[in-house]
C-alpha cells in the first residue's frame, strides 16, 4: 500500500529500473511496510517549471495507510533522487497522504 510517485522534467534516465528499486526499497525501509505491497512509479519528460525555470525539477508523491514521516522520508527521498538523476534537493518537492485503509483498494478489496 504504500507508494511513490516520481514525476521529472529529466528527458529520460540511464537506469530508470534501478531506481525504482532504490525507491521500492526505501520506501519499505521507511514505512516498516513490506516491500511485497510498495508500489513505485517513473515518469520523465514531464513538463515542469519551479521557481520560474525549466531548469530539471522534480515532483514526488507519497502515499500510505499510516507510517508517514514527512521529515525523514524527504531528506531520504531528496538525497536519493539527488544522487541518481542529478537533480538539486532544492529542486524537488514531496507531498505526502495518510490513506484511511478503506480508502485504498487491492485484489478486488480494500485495506479496511
Partial sequence: MPLINVRTSLPELADAAGLLQELSAALAQQTGKPE????????????????????????VEIKSIGALKPP????????????????PATRIYVAFE???ASSWGWNCSTFG
Fill in 36 to 59: 511485497a505491497y510498495v508500489m513505485t512509479l517513473l515518469e520523465t519528460a514531464v513538463p515542469m517549471t519551479f521557481a520560474g525555470s525549466t531548469e530539471p525539477c522534480a515532483y
Fill in 98 to 100: 495518510d490513506v484511511k
Fill in 72 to 87: 525523514a522520508m524527504t531528506a531520504a527521498f531528496c538525497k536519493l533522487i539527488e544522487a541518481r538523476t542529478g537533480i
